[in-house]
């Protein structure tokens, strides 16, 4: 099971960029310590991605925190030009880095997601676009919207990717709330993609809305984190609110959950980050030893977390 180790960062407001939130922290890893992207908010509550860097041994123990984003908004009637969200980072034989990220739209009502790609060329202190419109968005496959990407390169060089894809919305309590679920697709390039016809995680009583899917391979299985949550009441009744999830796969299509298999829940202390929800973790190892990163009140208003798995 997961062993909770602490909150390892909430912004303290000092920086104009991060003015709240340590939302889908991913793990980058460098030689001498622990990159953690994340997502965070300014004073208008627009998301941008940064980073901390922290001890391997002790990730609470924090060794640099960015003074500026990675990367900008994107420009006037651009699909992210209120919000740029990290999902995930993959290296290059190049050395350049790429970044998956979820471009947010406000609306009259309520908001659109679409996925956008940039790409580093100095170790990922800085990112730009690498097209102006999304790679994916708005389509058949997903009525609404596309976000939050985990992505992987098999053996065979195909690239697969794991998402979630808005399927519809409803007005509850008089607010537009969007239902979403777990979603696949391939590439030979990480660009163009093929979007499978199989849910990965599909809609029933419960789960109308996925969070922020961590896929990795292990013991010739595709294995994956998530977040569900109801769509009634989740922001304040954390029966409904989101909770982690887990499940496999033999071919990265068609998948079984295991929720009872993840390990960890929310706390049972009222006084402690991760009561309401606990949400939008990232697996990772380090010499044999598995970590999860995750978030917990308030979407990421109150920072992110980390555990040590426990056989």
């Keep these: 099971m997961w062993i909770k180790k602490g909150v390892v960062y909430k912004p303290d407001g000092s920086l104009a960029h991060s003015q709240s939130h ?31 860097d922290v001890d391997y041994d002790d990730p609470t123990k924090i060794l640099y925190v960015h003074d500026k984003p990675v990367l900008e908004l ?3 009637g651009e699909y992210d030009e209120t919000g740029a969200m ?25 908001y659109r997601l679409s996925m956008g790609l940039a790409v580093s060329h100095d170790g990922g202190l800085s990112f730009k676009k ?7 968005d708005r389509s058949i ?34 607010y ?12 030979q390039d990480g660009i163009h993609w093929e979007i499978s016809e199989v849910p990965t995680l599909e809609f029933d009583d419960f789960l109308h809305a996925v969070g922020r899917p961590s896929v990795y391979k292990e013991d010739g299985l595709y294995k994956m984190y998530y977040s569900y949550r109801h769509t009634r009441d989740y922001r304040t009744d954390r029966n409904q609110s989101y909770r982690l999830g887990y499940a496999e796969s033999a071919d990265g299509v068609h998948w079984e959950r295991k929720d ?15 009561y309401q929800m606990i949400n939008y973790a990232h ?23 980390y555990a040590v798995w426990e056989d």
């Design 130 to 136: 690498m097209f102006t419109g999304p790679i994916m």
């Design 74 to 76: 994107g420009g006037p």
């Design 141 to 174: 496959q997903n009525p609404l919207w596309a976000a939050q990407p985990s992505v992987m390169i098999d053996e065979d060089g195909t690239w697969r990717m794991w998402y979630i894809s808005g399927h519809k919305c409803e007005y509850i309590h008089g």
């Design 283 to 305: 697996r990772y190892e380090h010499k044999g030893k598995k970590y999860l990163l995750y978030n917990g009140n308030g979407f990421g208003a109150a920072g992110f977390a």
């Design 260 to 274: 009872e298999q993840v390990g960890i829940g929310k706390s049972d202390n009222p006084e402690d980050f991760d």
């Design 176 to 187: 537009p709330e969007p239902f979403y679920r777990g979603q696949s697709a391939t590439s």
């Design 86 to 110: 990290p999902a995930w980072f993959v290296d290059r034989p190049n050395g350049d880095i790429w970044l998956y990220y979820t471009g947010w739209n406000r609306t009259w009502n309520s």
């Design 22 to 52: 340590a939302q889908v922290p991913f793990a980058y890893k460098h030689e001498d310590f622990l990159r953690v992207y994340f997502s965070s908010r300014d004073a208008q509550g627009q998301s941008r991605p940064t980073f901390i």
